[in-house]
């Protein structure tokens, strides 16, 4: 399927500098598939963090949910314990951001603490 807006479709139009610095947006349906596959326990490992971090937080928040779990074939019995498996990653990232700022807190107070203690 061809973008219309692409710049095949209209010559002369030069692209911005603002679309050359940030990827493309991603189509609609594009993401339901990413959808469906965390819902079927894909890992989505092809995916930065922040782009998975997203579509989790997507699936949590129910936006189009109804479309990811047809795409990923799921029983509705089968879409709340697969809800609850999207819940434990996203929050096993939050949870490992979250030692990773205290660690970066923790590692720049304290040379300032040696500092004191030697009265610089």
Known sequence: MTDLWTSEMTPGIETSTRSERRPRRQRSWEVDVQR??????????DLSESQREWV????????????????AQLAPEATPQALQ?????YSALMDQR???RQAQ??????????R????H
């Open 105 to 114: 807190r923790d590692t720049q107070f304290l040379p300032v603490a040696s």
């Open 116 to 119: 004191a203690t030697y009265g």
């Open 36 to 45: 469906a596959r965390a819902l079927r326990g894909d890992a989505l490992d």
């Open 56 to 71: 989790w937080r997507s699936l949590l928040r129910g936006v189009r949910l109804s479309q990811a779990t047809k795409l």
């Open 85 to 89: 498996q999207v819940a434990n990653r």
């Open 98 to 100: 979250r030692r990773e």
